[in-house]
């Protein structure tokens, strides 16, 4: 993954809605079982009872996670580093191991006025499909989306 930094030029913003992708170290499947994905999803799910994130879509994939998202509140570094933080504390304790879980960093994408939220939303649902663990859009459990398909 790239630098922890945001992209040259890039800056994060309250208020942006933001396509992330971030990676487990070294690959590691550590969502192929589905205890560990709720662990991820309960994560998500406290950075936006924070008041730090609003949510549109995610996909839990064995080894990273797609989250699209609106920034509500600090930087987008910070969202990050709650999200990697509450999630690798809890699944290194279920895990009985220790150590980091994620790669540094993170992809971002903002996603500018004239793109629509909800075809970003189908790209990302659609990632398992693209990847072969299943056959159609909507097949996957470990997805959600504000819209239905």
């Known amino acids: 993954m790239?630098?922890?930094?945001?992209?040259?030029?890039?800056?994060?913003?309250?208020?942006?809605?933001?396509?992330?992708?971030?990676?487990?170290?070294?690959?590691?499947p550590f969502f192929a079982d589905a205890s560990n994905v709720a662990i991820?999803?309960?994560?998500?799910?406290?950075?936006?009872?924070?008041?730090?994130?609003?949510s549109f879509t995610w996909v839990v994939m064995p080894d990273h996670?797609?989250?699209?998202?609106e920034l509500r509140g600090g930087t987008l570094a910070e969202c990050m580093a709650l999200l990697k933080s509450r999630s690798s504390r809890l699944?290194?304790?279920?895990?009985?191991?220790?150590?980091?879980?994620?790669q540094h960093g993170y992809h971002d994408h903002a996603v500018r006025s004239d793109e629509s939220l909800h075809e970003r939303a189908?790209?990302?649902?659609?990632?398992?499909?693209?990847a072969g663990l299943v056959s159609a859009l909507g097949e996957y459990p470990h997805a959600w989306c504000r819209w239905p398909l």
């Open 40 to 54: 991820l999803v309960e994560a998500l799910r406290f950075v936006e009872r924070k008041g730090v994130s609003h």
């Open 2 to 28: 790239a630098s922890p930094r945001l992209r040259y030029g890039r800056y994060s913003c309250t208020g942006n809605v933001y396509s992330l992708t971030t990676v487990t170290l070294d690959r590691e």
């Open 91 to 102: 699944l290194n304790r279920r895990l009985e191991r220790r150590g980091s879980l994620w």
């Open 122 to 130: 189908m790209y990302i649902l659609a990632n398992p499909v693209r």
């Open 65 to 69: 996670l797609h989250w699209l998202m």
